[in-house]
């Protein structure tokens, strides 16, 4: 498994002490331009209790291997500012829950807009973990804000290993969300009852199946039903039922296969949301699952993102029409330039507000290809003269054989298509007859 090396550098350890909470930053981009130690906000959390407790929660997330749990690296979760909320992320070590917390509505100065790392280290966690009552809690997001100093003033730095199937699944968890419906709505103390009903055990299956105004538990799939797969990876929404007001579920649309399939969790808090988003199953991370790809494939595809990544300003919301009109692209093309954009960390997915908002993970970009073996794979074919297109179908000659390819339903006679069928996205011979079949139409016109 490939992988890069991520360090953070912080000016100083972040820190909660006497009602203030100093979030210290490592690198990053800010509207103002690449920053060593961004500054982005100070202000109020006026309910400092469930945003302390959030927090946590999404530390956690950024510190847990669901599958096969062992110790680990961390990654320091990432906050975006875009002017009017915060939005904290991480994603699990074993790559197959991503969360978020969006702070609504903020109280203070936003200094700057941009995306940073924060550190959130073991006294901070155990600071956090004591916030409670309903005082407010001033929040400071860059260096200047911290309350506490190292007495020398050294550096915080941290190296921790970035592997290209845990950067994947960073980009994969939005586009997959992107294709989700909203398929349930529990008040409060329904929320309540429903998640404290889930079984205890972190590996159980369980399909969440809309009855009335109610969710209950079945075994297997059911009408309009959403798959849990692995109900231990939703335990950091447990701390967080104390200050529920709503719980929305979230999954592929109605009538898509009823098997396993990744869904997504909301918590509706007093001025904020947590989301989780958890892969099909406890094995299988979001970077398998190949939704990116045909996007990707489209030969207009990175030049676009190039022109729609000009136009991103760090907007709470992404709006498709407006990018389309600015840049003169179709809105089909901007959707992929998104795709693209995704891949390389620059926009994310707000399930409630059904569209898309900019931030910027820190990876290169230039890793996208590297990324996605399969649409390396793919391209190699092509140029190599491997595609012979007849009509709506292909023959792509391969080492181990010539495999037979519907283009337009993506079957294929390879093994990977057999295994999944296309849930996990085409296999490199479907992408290789695309992509010549695209060049093919082009040369035409």
Request: charge should be neutral; hydrophobic fraction near 40%.
């Amino acid at each position: 498994m490939t992988q890069a090396v991520q360090a953070y550098s912080y000016a100083g350890p972040s820190v909660l002490a006497d009602g203030r909470l100093g979030l210290s930053t490592s690198g990053g981009t800010a509207l103002s331009g690449p920053q060593t130690h961004p500054r982005f906000f100070s202000g109020l959390l006026t309910q400092a209790a469930p945003a302390a407790a959030g927090l946590l929660a999404v530390a956690d997330v950024a510190m847990a291997r669901y599958h096969q749990p062992r110790p680990g690296w961390t990654r320091d979760p990432v906050v975006t500012c875009d002017g009017d909320r915060l939005r904290f992320e991480s994603f699990s070590a074993c790559g197959g829950v991503y969360a978020r917390l969006d702070v609504l509505a903020l109280d203070g100065d936003v200094l700057d807009r941009g995306t940073t790392n924060v550190d959130v280290n073991g006294p901070l966690r155990e600071s956090l973990a004591r916030v409670g009552g309903r005082d407010p809690l001033h929040l400071g997001v860059g260096p200047d804000e911290l309350t506490v100093t190292t007495l020398d003033g050294a550096v915080v730095e941290k190296k921790v290993p970035l592997p290209s199937r845990w950067l994947r699944g960073f980009a994969e968890v939005q586009v997959i969300a992107a294709g989700f419906d909203l398929r349930a709505e529990l008040k409060g103390p329904q929320a309540v009852r429903f998640l404290r009903s889930l079984p205890r055990k972190a590996s159980a299956t369980v399909w969440a199946v809309p009855a009335g105004g109610d969710l209950r538990l079945a075994a297997g799939p059911g009408r309009g039903s959403v798959c849990l797969s692995g109900a231990g990876r939703v335990a950091t929404l447990m701390p967080l039922l104390r200050f529920a007001k709503a719980l929305r579920v979230y999954g592929p649309p109605a009538g898509a296969d009823a098997g396993h399939q990744a869904s997504a969790w909301e918590l509706e808090l007093p001025g904020m949301r947590y989301t989780l988003a958890v892969s099909p199953q406890p094995w299988r991370g979001f970077s398998g699952e190949g939704a990116v790809l045909d996007d990707l494939a489209t030969d207009e595809a990175a030049g676009d993102a190039d022109v729609i990544g000009m136009l991103l300003n760090f907007e709470p919301a992404v709006e498709i029409g407006l990018l389309a009109d600015r840049s003169g692209l179709p809105a089909a093309r901007v959707r992929a330039a998104l795709t693209q954009l995704g891949t390389a960390g620059r926009v994310g997915y707000d399930l409630y507000e059904a569209g898309h908002f900019h931030r910027e993970l820190p990876y290169d970009r230039d890793q996208v290809a590297q990324l996605n073996p399969r649409l390396t794979a793919a391209r190699a074919l092509v140029e190599a003269g491997a595609v012979t297109l007849d009509g709506d179908h292909a023959r792509v000659t391969t080492s181990g054989g010539t495999r037979q390819v519907g283009i337009a339903d993506g079957s294929c006679t390879c093994e990977w298509w057999f295994d999944h069928r296309g849930s996990r996205g085409p296999c490199k011979h479907v992408l290789a007859a695309r992509i010549a079949s695209r060049h093919t139409a082009d040369a035409l016109l």
